[in-house]
């Protein structure tokens, strides 16, 4: 199975990129994460991005907050799928990030997810992995059908509780 490269521009946007974390881990998806910046490190930044393919990784997550170039700079230098997940910082709520993050040129590609939407991304990741893998393909429809009945167990608790 090929591995998710996992970036962050700061360790600040660990919070978020545990979510990732956690997620990657439970569908059992290998992975790498890294601390690089797109303005203090973007030498590092770039050489593992142009490697990524070659260093076995199918899709890269970028979490950065602020100016939030991270993901853009990623996606500059490779073509593997790049999922960005702007961070909240402490000016604007994720706003400025978020826009950065979104507003990249035609032919650099960058998928968003919503602002610290970490497990959303390594979904995001997994199934795109899963196009390819058929086993990865029946864990994100298991954990679907397993998501389903624990709304539903909420759904009978609550109706139980109010409606009588």
Do not use: W
Not at 20 to 40: C, G, M, N, T, W
Not at 96 to 116: C, E, F, N, R, Y
């Amino acid at each position: 199975m090929k591995k998710v490269g996992i970036v962050m521009g700061s360790d600040s946007d660990l919070p978020v990129v545990q979510k990732v974390i956690d997620q990657l881990s439970a569908l059992e998806i290998p992975f790498e994460v890294h601390v690089y910046s797109a303005h203090r490190t973007p030498e590092q930044a770039r050489a593992f991005a142009l490697s990524a393919r070659e260093n076995g990784f199918g899709a890269i997550i970028a979490a950065a907050g602020m100016a939030a170039h991270l993901a853009g700079a990623i996606a500059a230098n490779t073509t593997l799928p790049v999922i960005g997940i702007p961070c909240k910082g402490p000016l604007l709520d994720g706003l400025d990030a978020l826009l950065s993050t979104v507003q990249m040129p035609s032919g650099i590609p960058v998928a968003t997810v919503a602002v610290g939407g970490g497990a959303n991304a390594a979904l995001l990741c997994a199934q795109i992995l899963a196009v390819e893998d058929a086993a990865l393909a029946a864990k994100l429809d298991a954990k679907r059908k397993a998501d389903a009945a624990a709304v539903l167990q909420k759904d009978q608790a609550i109706a139980e509780s109010f409606n009588k």
